[in-house]
């Protein structure tokens, strides 16, 4: 039997744009990792999809999660601290925190995810992200941005 224990108090950390990412590791021998996403008032994602399903699990604040299907209007969550909402793989879906004050969730991924977020992850928030720089990523890892019709 094996036991790996690692210590994250201080665990490698990222900002993408605005949201500060901690990764956390994950199951030894899966493909598995849990990351600690704290999302400031205003922030959160596009409308998206990617072959990793997801588990959010929100520790502080609130977390409004929207999931997209052709031709329905959006069913929206807004999660509050001890839900956990599933995201399956390809579904439409954003996050956004509409609250006055940050929030913390933790989300489970595949690491497909992690090593998107460890390409476009930067030392500081961005004010000005590189949209480009984001988008070409976005592409290399799967990741495809909805089209939102107004």
């Given at each position: 039997m094996s036991i790996d224990?690692?210590?994250?108090?201080n665990g490698e950390t990222c900002w993408v744009v605005a949201d500060r990412i901690r990764f956390l590791s994950g199951p030894a021998g899966s493909n598995?990792?849990?990351v600690e996403v704290e999302v400031p008032p205003g922030s959160g994602t596009p409308p998206h999809s990617h072959a990793s399903p997801e588990l959010f699990y929100v520790i502080d604040g609130e977390i409004?999660?929207?999931h997209f299907a052709a031709d329905m209007p959006p069913t929206t969550v807004v999660a509050?601290?001890?839900?956990?909402?599933?995201?399956?793989?390809?579904a439409p879906h954003n996050y956004v925190n509409e609250g006055n004050?940050?929030?913390?969730?933790?989300?489970?991924?595949?690491?497909?995810?992690?090593?998107f977020f460890r390409e476009i992850?930067?030392?500081?928030?961005?004010?000005?992200?590189d949209f480009a720089r984001i988008g070409a990523a976005m592409q290399r890892h799967g990741i495809q941005t909805l089209q939102m019709v107004p």
């Open positions: 224990v690692t210590t994250t108090l598995l990792e849990l409004t999660i929207r509050g601290a001890g839900t956990s909402v599933r995201i399956g793989r390809d004050k940050p929030a913390r969730m933790l989300v489970l991924i595949e690491r497909s995810m992690t090593a992850g930067t030392a500081e928030p961005q004010a000005q992200p």
